[in-house]
């Protein structure tokens, strides 16, 4: 009994001191494998030349974006209505954000959201303006939409963007319209 006990102890002594081996070979291999995965993040962050961390996929396309459509502040401007290139530049943008996707990048009509409407987003560059266009006529379906098509309101834009995009448009069109000055002011005072 006492032997049988003696030797089972011996045994264990004798596996502990085994498995202790073990263990620091092990240890060995761990710092070895955690080095490696160290100098391997090293190279990557530091050395590598093709692999930056911060790089970010969109920044490209970004900047031409902000580059071609650079933004101006038009808050400023008095009299919205009278013809100014800032309020064009500003409108421009608006565009891009807001129409582009049904009236296309250049008001052709051929935004890639348009394609299956009835009837069609307009071709802005060639008309015509079913509420007489210019800069009432725009001003006017920019603000009310138009009922019976996908042209929607846009009266929760501020005065001086609606505006900005009129002046686009009548910067891009073919089918400008002649107006009277006074007449424009005179609605563009009244109009919300
Ligand atoms: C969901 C697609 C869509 C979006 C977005 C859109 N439009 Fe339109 N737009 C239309 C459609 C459809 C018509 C009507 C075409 C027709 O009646 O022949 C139209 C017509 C017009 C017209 C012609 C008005 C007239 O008197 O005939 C103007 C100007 C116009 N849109 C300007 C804009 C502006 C500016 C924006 C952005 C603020 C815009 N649209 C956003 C679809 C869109």
């Given at each position: 009994?006492?032997?049988?006990?003696?030797?089972?102890?011996?045994?264990?002594k004798k596996e502990n001191s085994k498995?202790d081996h073990?263990?620091?070979?092990?240890?060995?291999?761990?710092?070895?494998?955690?080095?490696?995965?160290?100098?391997?993040?090293?190279?990557?962050?530091?050395?590598?030349?093709?692999?930056?961390?911060?790089?970010?996929?969109?920044?490209?396309?970004?900047?031409?974006?902000?580059?071609?459509?650079?933004?101006?502040?038009?808050?400023?401007?008095?009299?919205?209505?009278?013809?100014?290139?800032?309020?064009?530049?500003?409108?421009?943008?608006?565009?891009?954000?807001?129409?582009?996707?049904?009236?296309?990048?250049?008001?052709?009509?051929?935004?890639?959201?348009?394609?299956?409407?009835?009837?069609?987003?307009?071709?802005?560059?060639?008309?015509?303006?079913?509420?007489?266009?210019?800069?009432?006529?725009?001003?006017?379906?920019?603000?009310?939409?138009?009922?019976?098509?996908?042209?929607?309101?846009?009266?929760?834009?501020?005065?001086?963007?609606?505006?900005?995009?009129?002046?686009?448009?009548?910067?891009?069109?073919?089918?400008?319209?002649?107006?009277?000055?006074?007449?424009?002011?005179?609605?563009?005072?009244?109009?919300?």
């Open positions: 009994m006492s032997d049988s006990q003696n030797q089972s102890g011996h045994g264990n498995s073990h263990n620091e070979a092990g240890m060995w291999a761990f710092l070895f494998s955690m080095a490696f995965v160290f100098a391997f993040f090293i190279y990557i962050v530091a050395i590598h030349p093709g692999i930056d961390l911060k790089e970010n996929i969109h920044a490209p396309v970004v900047e031409t974006q902000s580059a071609a459509d650079e933004d101006v502040d038009v808050s400023k401007v008095a009299e919205p209505w009278v013809a100014n290139d800032d309020m064009v530049k500003h409108g421009k943008k608006l565009f891009a954000q807001n129409c582009a996707m049904c009236h296309g990048a250049e008001g052709k009509g051929d935004g890639p959201a348009g394609q299956a409407l009835n009837p069609p987003p307009r071709n802005l560059v060639e008309g015509p303006w079913k509420k007489g266009g210019g800069f009432v006529g725009w001003y006017t379906v920019v603000t009310e939409g138009l009922p019976g098509t996908s042209m929607a309101a846009y009266g929760h834009l501020k005065s001086v963007d609606r505006w900005a995009l009129v002046q686009f448009i009548d910067s891009i069109t073919n089918a400008k319209v002649k107006e009277d000055p006074k007449k424009v002011a005179e609605f563009a005072k009244s109009a919300k």
